[in-house]
């Protein structure tokens, strides 16, 4: 079992370009949360989802901010025209119960 | 809403020795559950430790343990013997529950960076 499979491990934009992030969960894990650090901050809820469905996406920007668990393959964020203040690791975990979740080794965005 | 709250930025502790990072929280809910989260540079978050706040009995975990005092809504953790491999930023963590959407959110707090001295 790999566990949570975040890629790419860093990833650089200029102002307004896309930056997509992807998240594999753990095999037989069918629920994908995304949270996003900010430096020196702990992790801050964006979104949940489970295949093809968001179930919560209280925590997400309005504007610029996308996310989606196909039926097949991976999970997206998906961030378009960033700004600097997007600059931040984002991690995405799955579980398949209650009992916790599974965090992946996070995704750091560096807007320059 | 629930917040999680560290106090303490920056802790120091000698190899070998004891040390308590400490973590309050506010909540509404009876029934929740906690978390002790360490990320080291490598920035992958390790769960070092869990307690479920029905259980009156604090968790342990090898030289990790935690005093859980739900009255005063407080949650340290206590690292014994600590080793250089210890040293990391600790996270704790609320979990709650929106029964209407089934999501189970983490609520961290603002973390502690340690540091083990030799």
């Known amino acids: 079992n790999a566990g949570v499979m975040q890629n790419p491990r860093h990833l650089v934009r200029r102002r307004g370009q896309e930056a997509r992030l992807r998240c594999s969960p753990m095999k037989g894990h069918s629920h994908v949360y995304w949270y996003r650090q900010l430096p020196e901050e702990g992790l801050k809820f964006m979104v949940y989802l489970q295949k093809e469905n968001i179930i919560d996406e209280s925590g997400m920007p309005k504007e610029r901010f996308s996310a989606e668990f196909p039926k097949e393959g991976p999970s997206i964020l998906r961030i378009q025209q960033v700004v600097r203040g997007d600059s931040a690791a984002y991690f995405c975990?799955?579980?398949?119960?209650?009992?916790?979740?599974?965090f992946g080794s996070g995704t750091r965005l560096t807007v320059v | 809403a629930q917040t999680v709250t560290q106090s303490q930025p920056e802790m120091s502790v000698q190899e070998a020795e004891t040390v308590t990072l400490s973590c309050t929280y506010d909540?509404?809910?009876?029934?929740?559950?906690l978390f002790w989260y360490k990320q080291p540079p490598s920035r992958q978050m390790i769960l070092v430790i869990r307690?479920?706040?029905?259980?009156?009995q604090n968790a342990t975990e090898n030289r990790f343990s935690v005093n859980f005092q739900k009255a005063a809504k407080s949650f340290s953790l206590k690292i014994s013997d600590s080793q250089l491999g210890d040293a990391a930023m600790y996270f704790c963590a609320y979990r709650s529950h929106d029964s209407t959407s089934g999501t189970y959110k983490y609520i961290f707090g603002t973390g502690t960076r340690l540091k083990v001295l030799a």
């Open positions: 909540t509404s809910e009876s029934d929740y559950y």
């Open positions: 307690q479920e706040a029905y259980k009156q």
């Open positions: 975990a799955s579980s398949f119960s209650d009992y916790g979740y599974t």
